[in-house]
């Protein structure tokens, strides 16, 4: 009963916090699309994706049912409702330069404010960098789709198959409360992910400066020389997970390691997990040919004891695991313990990045994937002599040709607005909101609250004027 007595987290404080700290709506009102002269602003069409996304709505069709309420409509700054078909033919043509600068000011802004200074790691800020498959298909398909063939069995009988897919990299802050995404890189048809994560580092410092993060975390298939040589070059230290995969320098290190007893021994105890672990450290080993510069590698040997109901006992189990990471890192200051940590905290983008956004984000849902509403090519200044207005009954028809209509951006734009749309939010609940400190409760309470407070904005300061009013005037 007391807590239902308790304020709530209403629109209009959230849309406070967003232009107080973030200037949010001076960077929404640049956003532009290649639609000639549109009725619906890009601000508008954004503003309805960006509030979709906090409300955690699961498709545009429930977001369109949304749009039918005035208050929506005049807190995004649309004249009138609007259905899905103009988010569609507006997104699919988005300029992605806005958001991704967009994105950028609000992590630079992020870490000015100290946000990310909570769980700094020897005063050091660590980021993630993971690969995720975010849709495939077997019929669906743009030309910006990687393709495989797929083994099936049909009717008893393996049949080869040929499936679309998108496949993207990205780079996460895994340290302080906002877990915030820096970039986003997707995977170019014929290209490997190492390629797209090799662009993605090689951006960074150009939006960011060279050490906006200091320690990166990266999965086995990044253990390559160019990675390695680029982390050189821009101070980056690395922590990086070695198996078979790099098959000399990980023999060699279980043949080293084989010889002497272990250097530490600890016991730890986590979220009623009993961990015995064992540590090896060693200095100077070779990586490859191609990097002459010797590398650290550390290995983990964990025995792992956790109770699981078993027949409707609890009974504890034990179950025994091997790690080795490759690292830059200086033994001094980052002793074998630190780097072990450090080697397990790269599953918080899995957890506290890719897995959330699946799964209460609806980030693999397939917004706007192989879109054929786009708008056509052509100059802006001829757009803006020729064509007065386009909406959703001129939408171009399906027999237009493909070379005619602007690149499909449509699912880069959607991931980059629900990338903004997870970082703020998730800065305003943990950054802002006293009520989340006072009583705990999660984002998706959050996000049900301030869709709930949409009906209860205020109308507006002037009501129309009556046909009395206006017969006497």
Not at 135 to 156: D, Q
Not at 433 to 461: D, E, H
């Given at each position: 009963?007391r807590?239902?007595d308790t304020?709530?987290?209403?629109?209009p404080s959230?849309?406070?916090?967003?232009?107080?700290?973030?200037?949010?709506?001076?960077a929404v009102?640049?956003?532009t699309?290649?639609?000639?002269d549109?009725?619906?602003?890009?601000a508008?069409?954004?503003l309805?994706?960006f509030h979709a996304f906090?409300?955690r709505?699961p498709s545009f069709?429930?977001?369109?049912?949304?749009?039918?309420?005035?208050?929506?409509?005049?807190?995004i700054?649309a004249g009138?409702?609007?259905?899905d078909?103009?988010?569609?033919y507006?997104?699919?043509g988005?300029?992605?330069?806005?958001?991704?600068?967009?994105l950028t000011?609000?992590?630079r802004t992020?870490?000015?404010?100290?946000v990310?200074?909570?769980?700094?790691?020897?005063?050091?800020?660590?980021?993630?960098?993971?690969g995720i498959?975010?849709l495939s298909?077997?019929?669906?398909?743009?030309?910006?789709?990687?393709e495989?063939?797929i083994?099936?069995?049909?009717?008893?009988?393996?049949v080869?198959q040929?499936q679309?897919?998108?496949?993207?990299?990205?780079?996460?802050i895994i340290?302080g409360?906002v877990?915030?995404?820096l970039?986003l890189?997707?995977?170019r048809?014929g290209?490997g992910?190492?390629t797209?994560?090799?662009?993605l580092?090689?951006?960074l410092?150009d939006?960011?400066?060279?050490?906006?993060?200091?320690?990166l975390l990266?999965?086995?298939l990044y253990?390559q020389?160019?990675?390695f040589?680029?982390?050189?070059?821009?101070?980056?230290?690395?922590?990086v997970?070695?198996?078979?995969?790099h098959r000399?320098?990980?023999?060699s290190?279980?043949?080293?390691f084989?010889?002497?007893?272990?250097?530490?021994?600890?016991t730890?105890r986590?979220?009623g997990?009993?961990?015995q672990?064992?540590?090896?450290?060693t200095?100077?080993?070779?990586f490859?040919v191609d990097?002459?510069?010797?590398v650290r590698v550390?290995?983990?040997?964990e025995t792992?004891?956790q109770?699981?109901?078993?027949?409707?006992?609890?009974?504890p189990?034990?179950?025994?695991?091997?790690?080795?990471w490759?690292t830059?890192?200086?033994?001094?200051?980052?002793?074998?313990?630190l780097v072990?940590r450090?080697?397990h905290?790269?599953?918080?983008?899995e957890n506290?990045?890719?897995?959330d956004?699946t799964?209460?984000?609806?980030?693999?849902h397939?917004?706007?994937?192989?879109?054929r509403?786009r708008p056509?090519?052509?100059?802006?200044?001829?757009?803006?002599?020729?064509e007065p207005a386009?909406?959703?009954?001129?939408?171009?028809?399906q027999?237009?040709?493909a070379?005619?209509?602007?690149v499909?951006?449509?699912l880069?734009?959607v991931?980059?607005?629900?990338?903004?749309?997870?970082?703020?939010?998730?800065?305003f609940?943990?950054?802002?909101?006293?009520?989340?400190?006072?009583?705990?409760?999660t984002?998706?309470?959050?996000?049900?609250q301030l869709?709930?407070?949409?009906?209860?904005l205020?109308p507006?300061?002037?009501a129309?004027?009556?046909?009395?009013?206006?017969q006497?005037a």
């Amino acid at each position: 009963m007391r807590k239902q007595d308790t304020p709530v987290h209403e629109l209009p404080s959230f849309g406070r916090y967003l232009n107080k700290v973030f200037d949010f709506r001076s960077a929404v009102a640049g956003l532009t699309d290649s639609r000639r002269d549109p009725e619906i602003a890009p601000a508008a069409v954004f503003l309805a994706a960006f509030h979709a996304f906090v409300f955690r709505l699961p498709s545009f069709q429930q977001l369109e049912s949304d749009l039918t309420q005035p208050a929506l409509q005049r807190w995004i700054g649309a004249g009138r409702a609007f259905r899905d078909d103009v988010l569609r033919y507006s997104l699919s043509g988005f300029h992605l330069e806005g958001l991704e600068q967009m994105l950028t000011d609000v992590n630079r802004t992020l870490k000015r404010n100290k946000v990310f200074d909570a769980d700094r790691v020897q005063g050091r800020i660590v980021a993630a960098l993971d690969g995720i498959e975010v849709l495939s298909s077997y019929s669906r398909h743009c030309g910006s789709c990687l393709e495989r063939r797929i083994t099936l069995k049909k009717a008893r009988v393996k049949v080869e198959q040929l499936q679309y897919y998108h496949r993207a990299v990205g780079c996460q802050i895994i340290n302080g409360p906002v877990k915030t995404f820096l970039a986003l890189e997707w995977l170019r048809p014929g290209e490997g992910e190492d390629t797209a994560a090799l662009r993605l580092l090689r951006n960074l410092p150009d939006r960011y400066g060279s050490r906006f993060c200091d320690i990166l975390l990266l999965d086995a298939l990044y253990a390559q020389a160019p990675v390695f040589q680029l982390a050189a070059e821009l101070g980056w230290d690395l922590v990086v997970s070695l198996k078979q995969n790099h098959r000399e320098l990980y023999q060699s290190a279980i043949r080293l390691f084989a010889q002497r007893p272990a250097d530490c021994n600890l016991t730890e105890r986590r979220s009623g997990k009993n961990y015995q672990v064992q540590l090896w450290d060693t200095d100077g080993l070779p990586f490859s040919v191609d990097y002459q510069q010797p590398v650290r590698v550390v290995r983990s040997e964990e025995t792992l004891t956790q109770n699981h109901y078993r027949r409707g006992e609890l009974t504890p189990e034990t179950t025994e695991h091997e790690w080795l990471w490759i690292t830059t890192l200086d033994s001094q200051a980052f002793p074998a313990t630190l780097v072990r940590r450090l080697g397990h905290d790269r599953w918080k983008q899995e957890n506290n990045g890719w897995n959330d956004l699946t799964q209460n984000w609806a980030f693999k849902h397939g917004f706007l994937h192989a879109c054929r509403h786009r708008p056509p090519l052509g100059s802006e200044s001829s757009q803006r002599q020729i064509e007065p207005a386009i909406d959703t009954e001129q939408l171009v028809p399906q027999g237009t040709p493909a070379a005619s209509l602007v690149v499909n951006r449509g699912l880069a734009a959607v991931s980059l607005i629900l990338l903004l749309a997870f970082t703020l939010s998730t800065a305003f609940i943990h950054c802002h909101s006293k009520l989340f400190r006072r009583y705990r409760m999660t984002t998706i309470q959050v996000a049900c609250q301030l869709r709930r407070g949409v009906s209860k904005l205020p109308p507006n300061i002037r009501a129309p004027d009556s046909p009395a009013q206006l017969q006497t005037a």
